[in-house]
């Protein structure tokens, strides 16, 4: 039977995205549910510090499912804006249950223009995720960025957190990301995180490319 990797996270949105992209690869994937006043996000500066701080707190909650080869994953991301120096970065999670995605683009509105060129660059932004793997005793970091803008408006549907703000840029053939206002092969259309299906998110997304690094670094399943 092939290993489970245990995912610590309380997100549906995160789990469906990792299941999505783990399946591929051959694993099997399940939540850890750990009751979250059990739990402490370390406010740290980096995104490393806090996974890391993460491996060690699911070590200690184990399900009683746990077999010998399982594997443990955690991950961390944040909303880095250019125009505000990196903000809200590794406060993303207090910035987004306090001034929230209207928020942010509130805090960009002098930023608008009618060039949507210009305006893509003006308003950039990247989404950076940091996934770490216990297996063996071993810890395993992968990174991934996203890069991208901040919508006019916000454009829901699917996704969570800052999906329906933020609209990745376009990618080459390669699926790699291309510079503001380029188009590529693949595209959202203008479209946000918050208005394209799972299968489309992850095709861009900085999960994605975190756990790609990541397991890049793992013989295949
Ligand atoms: P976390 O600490 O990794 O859970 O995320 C910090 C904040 O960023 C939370 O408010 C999340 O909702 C948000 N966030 C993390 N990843 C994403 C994403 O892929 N899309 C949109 N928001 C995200």
Redesign the pocket.
């Known amino acids: 039977m092939s290993p489970t990797i245990w995912f610590l996270?309380g997100?549906a949105?995160?789990l469906a995205?990792a299941d999505n992209h783990l399946t591929k690869l051959g694993y099997s994937v399940r939540q850890l549910i750990v009751d979250e006043e059990q739990l402490f996000?370390p406010q740290a500066t980096s995104?490393e510090v806090?996974a890391e701080s993460k491996i060690n707190q699911a070590l200690s909650h184990l399900p009683n499912e746990f077999k010998e080869g399982d594997m443990i994953l955690v991950?961390?991301?944040?909303?880095f804006v250019s125009a505000l120096d990196g903000f809200?970065g590794v406060y993303?999670?207090?910035?987004?249950?306090t001034i929230g995605n209207l928020g942010i683009i509130r805090l960009l509105n002098h930023l608008e223009t009618e060039d949507p060129v210009s305006s893509a660059s003006l308003r950039s932004a990247q989404?950076r995720?940091v996934a770490a793997l216990w297996r063996n005793d071993q810890i395993i970091i992968g990174e991934g960025v996203?890069p991208g803008h901040i919508a006019t408006e916000t454009m829901d549907g699917n996704?969570?957190?800052?999906?329906p703000i933020?609209i990745p840029y376009d990618l080459d053939a390669n699926f790699q990301p291309l510079s503001a206002g380029n188009y590529g092969e693949h595209s959202t259309h203008g479209k946000t995180?918050?208005a394209v299906d799972l299968e489309v998110?992850n095709k861009f997304?900085?999960?994605s490319r975190a756990l790609q690094n990541l397991f890049s670094q793992l013989p295949s399943a």
């Open positions: 996270t997100n949105g995160k995205e996000e995104l806090v991950e961390d991301a944040g909303l809200p993303s999670s207090y910035v987004h249950s989404f995720a996203c996704g969570f957190g800052f999906d933020f995180f918050g998110k997304s900085h999960r």
